[in-house]
C-alpha cells in the first residue's frame, strides 16, 4: 500500500506565502515524478508542477516565477513553495506520484484558501 501525507495547507492574505509537503511512504519500488495539481470548486484538477527524478521540472504559465517545486529524494517528499498568492490561487491542491510500472498515486488534498 502506497501513502501520501500532505501537509502546509491554510488560509493566508493575498501576497502572502505556503509551503506544501508530501511525503510518499510504503511499497514503491521507484519514483519517477513528482507533482502537484490543484482543483478549484466547480473546476477540473490541473497540473500546478512536475518534478522528475533527475530534477526537471515543468510550471503551469500561471504559476511560473511565484511556485517553486522542490523533491528530496532520499526522503520519498515533494514541496511546493507558493509565493505571492493570489486568491484566484485558492483550491485543493492534491499531490502526485508517478511510480514503476505506470503507476500513478494521489494524496487526499489539501486546502489553500487565499483571501483579498
Known amino acids: 500500500q502506497v501513502q501520501l501525507v500532505e501537509s502546509g495547507g491554510g488560509l493566508v492574505q493575498a501576497g502572502g506565502s505556503l509551503r506544501l509537503s508530501c511525503a510518499a511512504s510504503g511499497s514503491i519500488f521507484s519514483i519517477n515524478a513528482m507533482g502537484w495539481y490543484r482543483q478549484a470548486p466547480g473546476k477540473q484538477r490541473d497540473l500546478v508542477a512536475r518534478i522528475t527524478s533527475g530534477g526537471a521540472t515543468n510550471y503551469a504559465d500561471s504559476m511560473k516565477g511565484r511556485f517553486t517545486i522542490s523533491r528530496d529524494n532520499a526522503k520519498n517528499t515533494v514541496y511546493l513553495q507558493m509565493n505571492s498568492l493570489k486568491p484566484e490561487d485558492t483550491a485543493v491542491y492534491y499531490c502526485?506520484?508517478?511510480?514503476?510500472?505506470?503507476?500513478?498515486?494521489w494524496g487526499k488534498g489539501t486546502l489553500v484558501t487565499v483571501s483579498s
Open positions: 502526485r506520484v508517478d511510480a514503476s510500472y505506470g503507476m500513478a498515486y
